[in-house]
């Protein structure tokens, strides 16, 4: 009993402290991080699951040479590239805020409150995202995500070697 008890007041706390945080942050610049921190427990059951890019899905070997060799393909494939993870951004894990001004110290802590929260009545959160899928599905989309920045990486590289403009 005294544990239940202990756990309720831990989470009203923690929503009250919670409340108290969302007031410092400006509402558009958060509502993505709050979506993305309260859905945490969908993730683990792998209901949310947001497709990986064709193009970041696609790329496995980031150091290839392209069939196409110039400064205009160079361009066209970073452009892809670059559209590719804009749009698989929003699964990155992490704090995505700057530490050293106020408001973004208390975006992240608010953040992991949330998730705290979120994650706080699934038992077995390890166990749960191996059986469901989830972690393998979050370690392959962001696999591919770091293949494509590599890749990225490497046709700047291309690009300045061959004096193209603009690298």
């Known amino acids: 009993m005294r544990c239940i008890t202990f756990r309720i007041a831990k989470l009203f706390l923690s929503c009250v402290l919670l409340g108290m ?10 509502t993505d991080h709050f979506k993305f921190a309260a859905s945490s427990a969908l993730r683990d059951f792998n209901v949310t699951t947001r497709p990986i890019p ?6 496995q070997n980031p150091f290839g ?11 066209a494939e970073l452009q892809y590239l670059n559209q590719a993870i804009s749009q698989n951004e929003g ?3 992490g704090y995505r805020r700057e530490n050293n001004t ?7 802590l608010r953040d992991t409150g949330v998730k705290a929260a979120a994650t706080f009545f ?20 962001l696999q ?3 293949r ?3 890749r990225l990486g490497y046709l700047v590289g291309q690009g300045q070697a061959m004096q193209c403009p603009g690298f």
């Open 122 to 141: 699934t038992p077995y959160r390890g166990v749960v995202r191996q059986v469901t899928g989830a972690a393998a599905y979050e370690k392959s989309a």
């Open 91 to 93: 699964r990155r894990v």
């Open 144 to 146: 591919a995500d770091q």
């Open 102 to 108: 106020l408001v973004g110290r208390f975006g992240n």
């Open 21 to 30: 945080l969302m007031s410092c942050a400006s509402v558009n610049e958060e």
């Open 65 to 75: 040479r392209s069939p196409y060799q110039g400064c205009q393909a160079i361009a």
């Open 54 to 59: 064709r193009q970041l899905r696609n790329l």
């Open 148 to 150: 494509a920045r590599t």
